[in-house]
C-alpha cells in the first residue's frame, strides 16, 4: 500500500462519483462528521495518480477539508487508466462484507450496557432497537401473561380510612413492591425510594394541569376531591414537570423505556420538560376508552395520548414482539387483532374509578409487558390508587412507587394487601415525631 501526504489542490472530486453528495446536516453526513471528531482520520482516501482522481473517500474529503480545515492528506494511492478506476469507484461503493445480525446485535448490545454513546457505531437508534429486538428479546411466553381487573373497591377503602395510618415521608413494603409518601419533584424523596435501585422502565401519569375532581363523597367531605399538582399557573407547571422528569432520568437505567399519559393541552410543555431531562420522544401510542368524557365540547374525548420515550443516545430494552404498533387495542371489539399506537381499552365499569385518573390494569400491562422482563424494576413516582403497582404484580415486575396524598397511600396498602394476603411493612419513617 502506497501511503502519501497530497496537498488538497491535487486532489480532484471523480465528476462520475454515483453516489450521493451528502451536506451538513445531512444525517448520515453528521455521523461521518462525528465518527472523524472521535476516532480520526483513520480511513484514508483513495486517489488515481494517473487520473489526480478520487476514487473513494468524497465525502471524508468534505468534512477534513471543509470542517476541519486540513491544506492536506494522507492518501491510499493506486495507478488505473480511467476505465478500471471508474470499476474500482463502483466495487468501493457497492462490494462489503454481510454481517452477522445476531453477532452485530449482541455487540451492540454489550457497546450499550457499557454506556458507549452507539451515535458513533454509523447506526442509528431505529436500526439498533430493531437488531436487538429481532435476536435478544425474551420468548413469546413473556408477553402472554395475562392480567385481570382486580376490582378493587377503592370508595370503600375510603371509607375506612378515617385517619390515615401513613404520614409524609414514609416507605412501606409491599409484597416485592415499595411504596413511598413522598414529594416527586424532591431529589431526597426519590433516593430513599429507588435505594440505590434503577428502574428498567418508568410508567406515569403525572397531573395534567386540568383540575380533575373525583366523584367521591369521601374524598369531596376531606377536601381532597381533586389530585394533587393538578391546578398550577402555566409557569408553575412547567417547573414542576422539569423537576419530574429530572428525577425521572436520574432514576432510570440508561436503557429504559418511559411511558408519559398526557394531556394534549399541554403536550408541548410535558416534551419541553422531557428533552430538558435528556429524555427523547420516540413516539405517541393512543388510548381509546370505551365511553366519552361527560361535556359540551364540540367534540367529546375519548382517548388519551401516551408518549413512549427513552434516554436521548439510548436504545430502550424492547420484548414485545414485531407487530406491535402505536394503537393500542385490548377489552374491546376490533377486526384487527394486533395493538397499534392507538389502545383500545375498556375502562370496563367506570363507576368503580374513584381517583379521577385511575388507569386499568389491562391497558398498563402493555407497555409493561413490551419493556420490561419479570424481576424488572418499575418506577412511577405518581402512585394514585396503585394501578401501575397492582400490575406490577400480577406480572411479576417489581414496582417502585411514590405517592403524595397519605389517603391514597393507605388507599395502595389496603389494594394490595386484599389482593396478596401480604401485609405492609413500615422500613422507614422520616420523622418519627411528625
Known amino acids: 500500500m502506497d501511503i502519501r501526504i497530497i496537498p488538497i489542490e491535487q486532489l480532484n472530486a471523480a465528476l462520475y462519483n454515483p453516489r450521493v453528495d451528502l451536506q451538513p446536516g445531512d444525517p448520515e453526513y453528521e455521523k461521518l462528521r462525528r465518527s472523524l471528531d472521535e476516532f480520526g ?22 468534512v477534513m477539508v471543509h470542517e476541519k480545515g486540513c491544506t492536506e492528506l494522507a492518501v491510499s494511492v493506486v495507478n488505473l487508466d480511467p476505465e478500471r478506476e471508474r470499476l474500482l469507484n463502483l ?53 402472554d401473561l395475562q392480567v385481570v381487573e382486580d376490582d378493587f373497591d377503592v370508595q370503600g377503602a375510603l371509607d375506612q380510612i378515617k385517619e390515615p395510618e401513613t404520614r409524609r415521608g414514609d416507605v412501606w ?27 428498567d ?17 369521601r374524598l369531596a367531605e376531606a377536601g381532597t376531591s381533586s389530585i394533587m399538582n393538578d391546578d398550577m399557573p402555566a409557569e408553575e407547571f ?27 393541552s399541554y403536550q408541548r410543555e410535558f416534551e419541553d420538560a422531557m428533552n430538558a431531562a435528556g429524555i427523547t420522544v420516540r413516539c405517541q401510542c393512543v388510548w381509546v376508552k370505551n365511553v366519552a368524557t361527560f361535556g359540551w365540547a364540540q367534540y367529546r374525548w375519548k382517548h388519551e395520548p401516551v408518549f413512549y420515550a427513552y434516554k436521548k443516545g439510548k436504545v430502550p430494552a424492547w420484548y414485545g414482539d414485531r407487530t406491535q404498533t402505536t394503537v393500542w387495542r385490548a377489552g374491546l371489539p376490533t377486526e384487527d ?20 385518573t385511575q388507569k386499568p390494569l389491562e391497558l398498563l400491562a402493555i407497555p409493561i409487558r413490551n419493556s420490561s422482563r419479570r424481576g424488572d424494576t418499575v418506577a412511577d413516582f405518581f402512585g394514585g390508587s396503585g394501578s401501575t403497582l397492582m400490575t406490577c404484580e400480577q406480572l411479576d415486575r417489581l414496582c417502585r412507587t411514590m405517592e403524595l396524598d397519605p389517603v391514597f397511600c393507605d388507599v395502595i396498602k389496603l389494594r394490595h394487601q386484599a389482593t396478596t394476603g401480604i401485609e405492609p411493612v413500615l422500613l422507614d419513617r422520616a420523622d418519627p415525631e411528625s
Open 337 to 356: 387483532p394486533l395493538p397499534e399506537t392507538v389502545w383500545e381499552v375498556s375502562k370496563g365499569d367506570v363507576t368503580k374509578y374513584v381517583h379521577p
Open 173 to 199: 413494603q409491599l409484597g416485592q413492591h415499595v411504596l413511598m409518601c413522598g414529594d416527586s419533584m424532591n431529589a431526597e424523596d426519590v433516593a430513599r425510594l429507588m435505594d440505590g435501585i434503577k428502574a
Open 201 to 217: 422502565l418508568v410508567v406515569t401519569d403525572p397531573p395534567y394541569n386540568v383540575a380533575v375532581q373525583s366523584d367521591s363523597a
Open 41 to 62: 482520520y483513520v480511513d484514508p482516501i483513495i486517489w488515481n495518480e494517473q487520473t489526480g482522481n478520487m476514487v473513494g473517500g468524497h465525502q471524508r474529503y468534505k
Open 91 to 143: 466495487a468501493l461503493n457497492k462490494v462489503s462484507g454481510r454481517w452477522d445480525d445476531e453477532a452485530l446485535a449482541q455487540l451492540l448490545n454489550e457497546l450499550q450496557e457499557g454506556g458507549a454513546d452507539l451515535d458513533l457505531s454509523g447506526f442509528d437508534s431505529e436500526e439498533i432497537g430493531e437488531l436487538i429486538t429481532e435476536f435478544n428479546g425474551m420468548p413469546d411466553t413473556e408477553i
Open 238 to 264: 412547567a417547573g414542576f414537570l422539569h423537576a419530574i422528569f429530572e428525577q425521572y432520568a436520574v432514576a432510570m437505567e440508561p436503557t429504559a423505556a418511559i411511558y408519559v399519559f398526557h394531556p394534549s
